[in-house]
């Protein structure tokens, strides 16, 4: 029994990993066919983020922090990126 579990978490993480591979890709093009819409978008998710950030939840402090933690994840999806670079890559220093 303890092995199908731990075989359909890792099955469960390999297709979150896709995804999230397949979101990133797609952003990436997106970034390409239509920059300006992406910068809007882009605003738009920080400006969420700020407001989210600023405001006092009372009763759902509990979830404040998760609430967070996605809202800034958006936000760095979100960022344009240089072709091909990564931002778990370390970036080349210009010359």
Do not use: C, Y
């Amino acid at each position: 029994m303890n092995d199908d579990i731990a075989a359909s978490r890792r099955d469960l993480v390999a297709r979150v990993a896709t995804l999230e591979l397949l979101v990133s890709d797609l952003i990436d093009l997106l970034w390409k066919v239509d920059a300006e819409g992406m910068e809007r978008l882009a605003a738009e998710a920080a400006q969420d983020l700020e407001i989210q950030n600023s405001r006092v939840l009372g009763a759902a402090e509990h979830q404040r922090e998760r609430l967070f933690t996605v809202l800034a994840e958006r936000k760095r999806k979100l960022k344009h990126r240089r072709r091909g670079a990564r931002e778990d890559e370390p970036q080349a220093i210009p010359a």
